[in-house]
């Protein structure tokens, strides 16, 4: 499962970043085309933090947009998910500005 592996690597992260501190909340940022199952992630994310510097951790996340830079008329516009023509001038010479990504925002820790 995509969405464990990802899980992991997260937990790995936040203990590296916590160095033994609790970690209240963790907010990840996913792009609407990462192609990541967010309710999978968060679900991952409650079975594998047991026993983690993350057990009593939430996890907030941040759906990203899909946007694009259209190369011909240079206009930014929001699309909708795998429609990567411009919307002003019907250009398909585009390119993917955000959606992509899936990386954490940032990491609580408790004081
Ligand atoms: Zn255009």
Known sequence: MHEYSIVMSMLDI????AKNKEVEKVVVNIGKMSGIESHFLKTSFDVFKED????????????IDI???????EKESLVD??????????????KVLTG?????EYIELKE
């Open 67 to 73: 946007t694009i830079l259209c190369i011909d008329c």
């Open 14 to 17: 936040c203990e590296k970043h």
């Open 52 to 63: 983690t510097i993350c057990a009593n951790a939430v996890m907030d996340m941040n759906l």
């Open 81 to 94: 998910q795998f429609n990567f023509y411009c919307p002003h001038c019907k250009s398909g010479n585009t």
């Open 100 to 104: 992509q990504e899936m990386h954490i």
